[in-house]
């Protein structure tokens, strides 16, 4: 019987996961809303039910993987601190609840931590040794992985790329800063640039009346990628990766705004610098948390 994983994604909106071989291969899903009007209980109730959907299936199951939304002790799985985004999951023991529920051994990570070493293992950072990725969704997160492992810091907080002040003084984020790179290159910053050029429009809206050539979507499309090439000079100079690897749901579009930003990066920043669109998409994650618990197991067989 070949032997699987769980990779799980927990988020703000949707908890995700999926049974994964060793190859990468899915061979099972499972999904649900993140009840965050429940608190830290109802997220942990969610997730592993999500889990044991899968458990059902009635594979060997070597493991538990799990990206989390926040800053992660992976050492320990311990959450250290998690936004309102999860209301209440900081100082979740998350790894030490899903080994005491399942009696399988849990592994926990930042999720954008996790969706780079599923992009370093299978998608667009394959055969990098050293790589940054950006991933522009609903926040702004970000990883630097370095001899193919995820550099954590001494808090947990190394890559919290959407925390870094863009504009000091700027807009308010939830964080307690202000003008952090979340709120201008995120998928919700896109989308009130877009209100501001049309009541009502959305970052979709306004993409696609980019790509039609509507000079006021011009403007305000120019604008954020002019954001985001500040954003991503600044992750080269700090760390000189082999390559950035934008992912998210803003970069699911890049086919529209992809060559434009590349032009205006040349132009923004003098460095060498080397950007890649993610190829894992929203499985990324999944994927990634599945490899952390994968490499553990082998590394420390039972």
Known sequence: ???YYIGADLG????????????????????????????????????????????????DVG?????????????????????????????MRLAEAL?????LPAAAENDANAAAVGEGWLGAAAGLGSFAMLTLGTGVGGAFLHRGAPVSGSQGAAGEFGHAVLYPGGLPCNCGQRGCAEQYLSGTALG?????????????????????????????????????SYAVHNIQ??????????????ADSHSIWWETWL????????????????????????LGAAK??????QSYPV
């Not at 080994?99 to 009696?103: G, L």
């Not at 100079?237 to 803003?250: E, K």
């Open 263 to 286: 032009s205006r990066l040349a132009v923004l920043s003098p460095l060498s610098i080397k950007v890649l669109p993610a190829r894992l998409g929203n499985e990324a994650g999944m």
């Open 99 to 103: 080994t005491a529920e399942f009696a």
């Open 63 to 91: 493991g538990i993987g799990v990206g989390s939304a926040g800053r992660i002790d992976a050492a320990e799985g311990i959450v250290r601190y998690a936004t309102d985004n999860l209301p209440g999951w900081t100082g």
């Open 237 to 250: 100079s700090y760390l000189d990766p082999a390559a950035v690897i934008i992912g998210g749901g803003v």
């Open 192 to 228: 009130r640039r877009a209100a501001e050029v049309f009541a009502g429009w959305d970052g979709r809206r306004l993409l696609d009346a980019f790509a039609a050539g509507h000079p006021l979507a011009a403007g305000a499309v120019e604008a954020y990628l002019d954001d985001l």
């Open 12 to 59: 703000g909106t949707g908890i995700k996961a999926a049974l994964i071989d060793a190859r990468g291969v899915i061979a099972a899903r499972s999904k649900a809303a993140t009840p965050v009007t429940e608190g830290a209980a109802g997220i942990l109730r969610a997730l592993k039910d999500v889990i044991r959907a899968l458990l059902a299936e009635g594979a």
């Open 1 to 3: 019987m070949s032997r």
């Open 292 to 297: 952390l618990i994968m490499d553990r197991e």
